[in-house]
């Protein structure tokens, strides 16, 4: 066998594979260069061009990364609250728009996550402080909606420590998030699941929030990028302990990524007045 034969032999068998896991043709899948590996560590901005010039489906793509938590989580513990059957719920419903022609927003089709301080319907909220445990919230966080408004497929939710107070990511309810450049390291904290999962490459964009350095320090310890934007721009309904009713200080939240681009790209799905303020 030539040397030529069997690079086009191997070629054939990564195409296979990869289609097999994706649930997709060889066929359909040998049309993009792009494997599956190098598609875990997109950057948002480019998966959903992904999505939207028809190169793979949301479906296709929350399947891949949904696999990715399953099979590579376990040691990390970053996604810690799982949504999935909703998420590929809105996936389809993502790719049934796109067969109509219509967009839903810039991050059409993108599996995505956010920091478990952040309500979502139907899902607990903690904070990590076990009498929380069963605290399930009725409503979409702000956030969580405005994202969702965007198009986004929202997987489940990433750890932080108890009562979002330190640079790890660990509580009694879910556990420790290790760093995924290497195990025995903290991701930091709080928003330490967010950077944790987008340096494994399990989850395309995520949201988490800050005070003294909550986005900030998880970022730098996971090799990600992060930002803490002006008070206020960002509403904070939906990421409180219950009965908190008014937006605290100094508090904010805000976006996680992997590229410089993938933060100014969230920010603008995410920064709009709160709603009390909406109306004006």
């Known amino acids: ?16 594979a990869g289609a097999a896991a994706l649930g997709v043709s060889p066929l359909a899948w040998a049309r993009s260069s792009r494997s599956l590996d190098e598609m875990a ?26 696999g990715r938590i399953e099979k590579h989580d376990g040691a990390v513990n970053a996604v810690v609250v799982r949504d999935f059957d909703r998420a590929m719920e809105a996936a389809r419903a993502a790719d049934s728009s796109m067969a109509k022609g219509k967009v839903t927003g810039p991050l059409h089709g993108l599996p995505m996550t ?16 076990p009498a929380l445990r069963n605290n399930i919230a009725q409503q ?65 964009l995520d949201s988490g ?36 009713l008014g937006e605290m200080d100094i508090v904010v939240c805000g976006p996680l990524a992997r590229s410089a681009d993938d933060l100014q790209l969230a920010l603008e799905v995410q920064a709009r007045p709160n709603d009390l303020n909406a109306p004006a």
């Open 1 to 16: 066998m030539s040397n030529f034969t069997r690079r086009q032999f191997v070629h054939t068998l990564s195409v296979t």
């Open 41 to 66: 560590f997109m950057s948002a901005t480019d998966l959903v061009g992904l999505v939207r010039s028809g190169e793979i489906s949301s479906t296709e793509l929350t399947r891949y990364f949904i």
């Open 114 to 129: 956010v920091k478990e301080s952040f309500d979502i319907a139907g899902l607990a909220t903690t904070w990590g402080i």
């Open 140 to 204: 979409d966080s702000a956030l969580v909606q405005s994202l969702k408004q965007a198009g986004a497929v929202l997987m489940g939710k990433t750890n932080a420590p108890l009562n979002l107070a330190d640079f790890q990511a660990y509580n009694d309810i879910y556990g420790t998030t290790s760093n995924p450049w290497n195990l025995e390291y903290v991701p930091g904290g709080s928003s330490g699941g967010s950077a944790a999962a987008l340096a494994a490459g399990l989850t395309g």
């Open 209 to 244: 929030s800050d005070v003294g350095g909550s986005i900030r320090n998880p970022a730098s310890f996971c090799g990600v990028y992060g930002h803490k934007p002006t008070w206020g721009i960002v509403p904070q309904r939906g990421h409180g302990l219950p009965g908190w």
